[in-house]
């Protein structure tokens, strides 16, 4: 089946430093990756859509100079937390489709970021 | 955003014994998928359901859908300490590309 990694796994970072995670489809191209954040015992809220080529859509409440997704090929969308702050500590996953799957949208998940800001 | 609810918010069985969860949601959609969660841990795709199913097996799973409710259940029959874990709806909207949307969650305990 389709992979979708994430790197690192974990981070632990100082508060006002930022961090960037990476996302990449490993055996498919993604035209589209979206990015989902996961407090603690609480579900995956979308974060953004990643478009290849051009500018992420963020979901209403999300800040988009803090948040900065970068689309650059096919297979990688990187998603980098500026000027972290202990609030920004979360869960963070990104999944991708499959174009080439059929139509009723198989969407591929990442194992997750883990990030700590202390 | 966030599409729907679930519920129960938390549910404790006993082995062997089966567990039900419900999910309601508010958008017209595509299809409807089940995943779990373990704690810390990603997400495992368990089941898909289209809009024109009413009821989906596997395994030990069942899932229905009542689109004219606009809510699905997820049965999990003969329950095992292993599926102790978080279990979350998603939807998945009629405009082709777009995201899952997840369902507040329900988290299963299940003892031995």
């Known amino acids: 089946g389709a992979v979708v990694s994430q790197h690192p796994s974990r981070v632990i970072c100082k508060s006002g430093t930022s961090v960037k995670i990476e996302c990449r489809s490993l055996?498919?191209?993604?035209?589209?990756m979206f990015w989902y954040r996961q407090f603690p015992k609480q579900s995956l809220m979308l974060m953004a859509t990643?478009?290849?080529?051009?500018?992420?859509?963020?979901e209403q409440g999300v800040e988009k100079d803090k948040f900065l997704i970068n689309h650059a090929s096919l297979t990688l969308s990187t998603l980098t937390v500026t000027s972290a702050h202990p609030e920004d500590s979360s869960f963070y996953i990104c999944?991708?489709?499959?174009?080439?799957?059929?139509?009723?949208?198989?969407?591929?998940f990442g194992p997750g970021t883990r990030l700590t800001v202390l | 955003s966030q599409q729907g609810e679930e519920d129960p918010q938390a549910l404790s069985i006993q082995e062997g014994e089966n567990a039900t969860m419900n999910c309601s949601y508010k958008?017209?959609?595509?299809?409807l998928q089940w995943y779990r969660q373990n704690s810390g841990r990603g997400l495992v795709h368990l089941i898909l359901?289209?809009?024109?199913?009413r009821e989906k097996h596997s395994g030990r799973l069942r899932v229905t859908l009542d689109t004219s409710k606009k809510s699905s259940s997820l049965l999990i029959t003969a329950s095992r300490a292993a599926d102790t874990a978080s279990y979350f709806c998603?939807?998945?909207?009629?405009?082709?590309?777009?995201?899952?949307?997840f369902g507040k969650g329900t988290t299963l305990s299940v003892s031995s």
């Open positions: 055996d498919f191209q993604a035209t589209t």
């Open positions: 999944s991708a489709r499959d174009p080439n799957r059929p139509s009723y949208n198989e969407q591929f």
């Open positions: 990643s478009n290849e080529g051009s500018k992420a859509t963020y």
């Open positions: 958008t017209s959609i595509n299809n």
């Open positions: 359901i289209r809009s024109n199913e």
């Open positions: 998603a939807t998945d909207a009629l405009e082709a590309g777009t995201a899952l949307i």
